[in-house]
């Protein structure tokens, strides 16, 4: 059981809008913990989308974007392409547990 | 460029210890700290640890307190996991990350090491 909530699975169809949802509570998000979002393609190791709750590194494109409110934060995905299939994974700071925490990943199957 | 190079694939028997190393490059490695992530077959990632690569300082995941060490040498960029007393539970990939501090995002990844513990 990971201490971040995302749902297992999300689909979508070439060209379609997806989000992704990742649930905390008030010792890392709720706490103010900035949230980060990472993509795993098969066989690799993951890579950072959103760092800072919104922010994109260089070379990641304006189709992913991250907001955050309250105990939760979002990833979004517009004009989705074959190449988006893989696991995301958000990540935060829990101050009762003192350490990060992740979310258990959600698979993003585009149709 | 920003590189993480991870020592290869180990296979070891239950109740021995494993040392992952994480050779860095391409920055100051004693300006950003070196977390530990590790993944078994098929889940998430796990968080292990950090360490400050500026003065050793280390912030362990409870879960893993008491079998963890995490060292870092500034003379050869190189940042090591050492993991004692394994069990099949312990059959992951091994990844180490870059992290400016603890709670903060990890923005060069190594390419993992494969661990399988198994008698």
């Known amino acids: 059981q990971s201490v971040l909530t995302q749902p297992p699975s999300v689909s979508g169809a070439p060209g379609q809008r997806i989000s992704i949802s990742c649930t905390g509570n008030?010792?890392?998000?709720?706490?103010?913990?900035?949230v980060h979002w990472y993509q795993q393609l098969p066989g690799t190791a993951p890579k950072v989308l959103i760092h800072?709750?919104?922010n994109r590194p260089s070379g990641v494109p304006e189709r992913f974007s991250g907001s955050k409110s309250g105990t939760s934060a979002s990833l979004a995905i517009t004009g989705l392409q074959a190449e988006d299939e893989a696991d995301y994974y958000c990540q935060s700071y829990d101050s009762s547990l003192s350490g990060v925490v992740f979310g258990g990943g959600t698979k993003l199957t585009v149709l | 460029q920003v590189q993480l190079v991870q020592s290869g694939v180990d296979v070891k028997k239950p109740g021995a210890s494993v040392k992952v190393s994480c050779k860095a490059s391409?920055?100051?490695?004693?300006?950003?700290?070196i977390t530990w992530v590790r993944q078994a077959p098929g889940q998430g990632l796990e968080w292990m640890g950090w360490i400050s690569a500026h003065n050793g300082n280390t912030n362990y995941a409870q879960k893993l307190q008491g079998r963890v060490t995490m060292t870092a040498d500034t003379y050869t960029s190189t940042a090591y996991m050492e993991l004692r007393s394994l069990t099949s539970d312990d059959t992951a990939i091994y990844y180490c990350a870059r992290a400016l501090v603890v709670a903060d995002w990890f923005d060069a990844w190594g390419q993992g090491t494969p661990v399988t513990v198994s008698s």
């Open positions: 008030s010792s890392n998000i709720g706490a103010g913990y900035a």
């Open positions: 391409g920055y100051v490695f004693s300006s950003f700290g």
């Open positions: 800072g709750n919104t």
